[in-house]
């Protein structure tokens, strides 16, 4: 079971980048897939999270308004539009996937954004730096 993240790059403040995250070795229908990131010095913290049963999202404060996930099953592919980029965005960009947070999703009080050692399968991280 393997996630790939890719699309991470170098971009000005004010711009936008697209994050695929590519599942194999499995079908990401029944997994949710959460983004996730990680700043030099600071702790891995939840960005996004996507159902694969609803399409319900999740999103971290911090990005609402500005970045949004998105699935494709048939690609077994989950996206992460993120627009208006700002130089505190800059992290290394995990996805991450599990089917126990899929099933936590039914109860309408939960939050997949907050635990993040909930989730088994792990993508290697692709590099997003934004600066002028």
């Known amino acids: 079971l393997q996630l790939e993240e890719s699309g991470g790059g170098l971009v000005q403040p004010g711009g936008s980048l697209r994050l695929s995250c590519a599942a194999s070795g499995f079908s990401s229908d029944d997994y949710a897939v959460g983004w996730f990131r990680q700043a030099p010095g600071k702790e891995r913290e939840g960005v996004s999270c996507?159902?694969?049963?609803?399409?319900?999202?999740f999103y971290a404060d911090s990005v609402k308004g500005r970045f949004t996930i998105s699935r494709d099953n048939a690609k077994n592919t989950v996206y992460l539009q993120m627009n208006s980029l700002k130089p505190e965005d800059t992290a290394v960009y995990y996805c991450a996937a599990d089917t126990t947070v899929q099933i936590n999703m039914a109860s309408p009080l939960y939050n997949p954004l907050i635990d993040l050692a909930e989730y088994d399968y792990w993508g290697q991280g692709t590099q997003v730096t934004v600066s002028s």
């Open positions: 996507i159902s694969s049963v609803d399409g319900r999202t």
